[in-house]
């Protein structure tokens, strides 16, 4: 069965400071990887994804992660955080093929100091 | 924005009651997805279903079902509710099901007390 950990419950940066948050997930194949956002009060927006391809993804807001096969790992990047950045993020993993039932780690909180 | 609805926003109830929870995905989303968030299982998916047929089951209580009615629209029926299931629930759409990017509604708050 597939997993996901999010190994840093709380991350804490300066606005304008780089921000890496950490992805390990558990799968015997090449599975599908996400990274979704969600701010207070709402539900969860897709930043980016990866099925195949170039291991370095951009997504939106700036973000970007890069899949490591031999660290079983998914970071999420961003050179400059803004305030409006801070948000709860979940990492998710989905099988390839067949009826697709994603695992969510159980996200990574992002506080951002002025 | 996802053009994902959900109602209600909030719901507060009392245990052994039942509740009905409804989803409307995005134009031409043939896929609902839903999901319950708690503090202490996180995001957990219960079940996919697909142009009106369940595709996929995840942890889904058996006091908990389903359904995805001819005009896509789908309802999770809660019943003989208890403490623990106080949680967010959220619901998603896709176009398909294999591996598309799903898109959330903003999830209704169940309080039971």
């Known amino acids: 069965a597939q997993s996901v950990t999010q190994p840093d419950i709380h991350i804490t940066v300066s606005e304008g400071a780089s921000l890496e948050l950490r992805c390990n997930y558990s799968?015997?194949?090449?599975?599908?990887l996400f990274w979704y956002v969600q701010s207070p009060g709402q539900g969860l927006q897709l930043l980016l994804k990866?099925?195949?391809?170039?291991?370095l993804v951009q997504g939106i807001k700036g973000f970007e992660a890069e899949f490591k096969r031999s660290q079983s790992s998914f970071n999420l990047r961003k050179p400059s955080v803004h305030w409006s950045d801070a948000a709860e993020y979940f990492c998710?993993?989905?099988?390839?093929?067949?009826?697709?039932?994603?695992?969510f780690g159980r996200g990574t909180s992002l506080i951002v100091h002025p | 924005d996802s053009g994902v609805t959900q109602t209600p926003k909030h719901l507060i109830t009392a245990t052994g009651q039942r509740v009905t929870l409804r989803c409307s995905p995005r134009?031409?989303?043939?896929?609902v997805y839903w999901y319950q968030q708690s503090l202490d299982q996180g995001l957990q998916f219960l079940i996919q279903?697909?142009?009106?047929?369940?595709?996929a089951k995840g942890n889904i209580l058996e006091r908990f079902s389903a359904q995805q009615f001819p005009d896509l629209h789908s309802e999770l029926n809660l019943s003989s509710l208890e403490l623990g299931d106080s949680a967010l629930y959220f619901c998603?759409?896709?176009?398909?099901?294999?591996?598309?990017?799903?898109?959330f509604g903003p999830g209704t708050r169940l309080l039971v007390l």
């Open positions: 279903y697909y142009n009106g047929e369940e595709r």
């Open positions: 998710a993993v989905g099988a390839a093929g067949g009826s697709y039932i994603p695992t």
């Open positions: 799968y015997g194949a090449t599975p599908y």
């Open positions: 990866y099925f195949s391809g170039d291991t």
């Open positions: 998603a759409s896709s176009v398909g099901g294999v591996g598309e990017t799903q898109y």
């Open positions: 134009s031409g989303d043939l896929s």
